[in-house]
């Protein structure tokens, strides 16, 4: 007690938080949710690099709404009952983490959080040091670092904890391309399709076929390690397979706009491989921990 009232006591908390963070999803499968998705992740001036001014005309008069309608019937299809598979996915990995930690670290406290949308990481970050957390491990959902994605959730993180007074200590992971776990985990996945499917006769012609989710080709120039690490990460699962470079390829899906952008394209891949004979063709997506619009 002083003359000027009571003081304050501060309690130091134990608790670890592991903060997973995925891109995010429309709310619901209609035109006005995904317009408001679409309007927070394409203002976004880690994904589009056009001087806001121009930007902002492009965007709302003309993106916004064409895209918005054609998006939500695109939703539509891949809607679960329990609402977005990238949401619903992504929650059950959080969920069966925090399972593991609990029954060995009890002072571990894991989260999921959106880059865009709900639960957006302003409002898990509050949660979690309302719970007790003073350290915090953040696990952007991409294997592959991006500017476009990586970058834009350390932004993001560093925006909301420049609020507060009471910092929590903070780690975050870079990336985890050519991490061992993470390659057994994509190669465990392709044998057991496998397993149950029947393998490509590569022999005869069958081909295998990594798509990653593209960015500009500007990105690349400008020093973005994404499409290294991409390509890393297709040569370590094709090796783990013990497959050759003929036998499996690796692309980029979701070209937008008329600029060039990684390549091989995914679908003039496609198409290329039809028109010269090929019979089969298995597609896996290593860049998404979680299955979404852009895989399913």
């Not at 891949?78 to 670290?105: C, I, M």
């Not at 985890?176 to 496998?194: F, M, N, R, T």
Request: charged content about 20%; glycine content about 8%.
């Amino acid at each position: 007690m002083s003359g000027k009232g009571v003081i304050k006591a501060h309690v130091m908390s134990s608790k670890v938080g592991v903060l997973l963070v995925n891109l995010g999803t429309p709310e619901a499968p209609t035109a006005g949710a995904v317009r408001k998705y679409l309007k927070q992740f394409l203002s976004d001036t880690r994904v589009v690099e056009i001087p806001k001014f121009i930007w902002w005309f492009i965007l709302n008069l003309i993106i916004l709404p064409i895209r918005s309608g054609a998006s939500a019937k695109k939703y539509q299809t891949v809607w679960t009952e329990q609402g977005s598979p990238l949401l619903v996915y992504s929650r059950a990995q959080a969920d069966l983490l925090a399972k593991k930690f609990a029954n060995s670290h009890s002072g571990v406290v894991v989260d999921l959080a959106m880059r865009y949308g709900q639960p957006s990481i302003e409002s898990v970050i509050k949660k979690m040091m309302d719970q007790g957390v003073d350290r915090l491990l953040v696990l952007p959902l991409y294997p592959q670092y991006s500017a476009t994605t990586t970058a834009s959730t350390s932004d993001e993180i560093f925006r909301v904890l420049s609020k507060e007074r009471n910092q929590v200590g903070l780690r975050m992971v870079k990336h985890y391309h050519d991490h061992p776990g993470y390659i057994e985990a994509l190669k465990q996945q392709v044998q057991a399709y496998w397993a149950q499917n029947g393998r490509p006769d590569f022999a005869a012609g069958d081909r295998f076929m990594m798509s990653f989710h593209g960015i500009p080709r500007r990105s690349l120039d400008l020093g973005d390690p994404y499409y290294c690490e991409c390509l890393k990460t297709g040569r370590l699962l094709r090796e783990a397979l013990g497959l050759s470079d003929k036998e499996a390829l690796t692309t980029f899906q979701s070209r937008f706009g008329k600029a060039e952008w990684l390549k091989p394209y995914t679908a003039v891949t496609v198409e290329s491989l039809a028109k010269s004979g090929v019979k089969r063709l298995d597609v896996f997506c290593p860049g998404f921990p979680a299955d979404c619009l852009e895989t399913l």
